[in-house]
């Protein structure tokens, strides 16, 4: 099982970065087991540059640490990364979510970067598509999350890449036990 989860999560993003046009990607990291084995896996396949965010919403009191050792992390690895910190506007997820990719967009666009990265997984891609149900979502909103889509940025072409939508928390748990990576 370890084995094959390395092969999968490896697959899964060398074909994200095979669809991808070259350039540098910004890979949203909270240093979490998701996102960690994405940049383990980004580096793995020879993605490069990559440029490391660790948005830090500021909602709890170890987020500040938690994003300066992402940081930290990515820098010993001789990898670009910065801490951003956002102001989320109210205390719900969709407000932090937005700061949050306003804050990656931002960092893409000062970088000329081509993609931002990030870790959803097949499980957060079932939480969505539940969630749009409950909700009552027509058949636009069954579609839950997309692998790659565009994102309105000044600047020229920027691509949203889920490399992980196919992968799931299993698979990612086992990528993390097998490459021995520390997360928070």
């Known amino acids: 099982m370890i084995v094959d989860a390395v092969a999968t999560l490896r697959a899964a993003v060398a074909g994200a970065v095979a669809r991808m046009p070259g350039g540098r990607w910004v890979v949203a990291c909270s240093g979490g087991p ?21 948005v830090d919403h500021g909602l709890r009191a170890a987020s500040a640490g938690e994003a300066a050792a ?9 990898l670009a990364a910065v801490s951003v910190r956002v102001t989320v506007a109210g205390k719900s997820m969709a407000a932090a979510r937005r700061a949050r990719y306003d804050a990656l967009v931002a960092h893409a666009g000062s970088t000329g970067a081509a993609a931002i990265a990030v870790a959803h997984t097949a499980s957060d ?9 409950l909700r009552g979502a027509g058949t636009r909103g069954l579609g839950a999350m997309a692998p790659m889509r565009r994102i309105a940025a000044s ?10 939508l196919r992968v799931t ?9 097998a490459r021995g990576l520390e997360v928070v």
């Open 34 to 54: 998701d996102s960690t084995a994405l940049l383990d896996a980004l580096e793995a396949v020879g993605a490069r540059p990559l440029s490391v965010v660790a």
């Open 70 to 78: 992402v940081v930290e992390r990515a820098r010993a690895r001789g």
């Open 169 to 177: 928390r299993a698979e990612v748990e086992a990528y993390v036990a």
């Open 155 to 164: 600047g020229g072409d920027l691509w949203l890449v889920r490399p992980l």
């Open 125 to 133: 891609q079932a939480e969505t598509l539940l969630d749009r149900l």
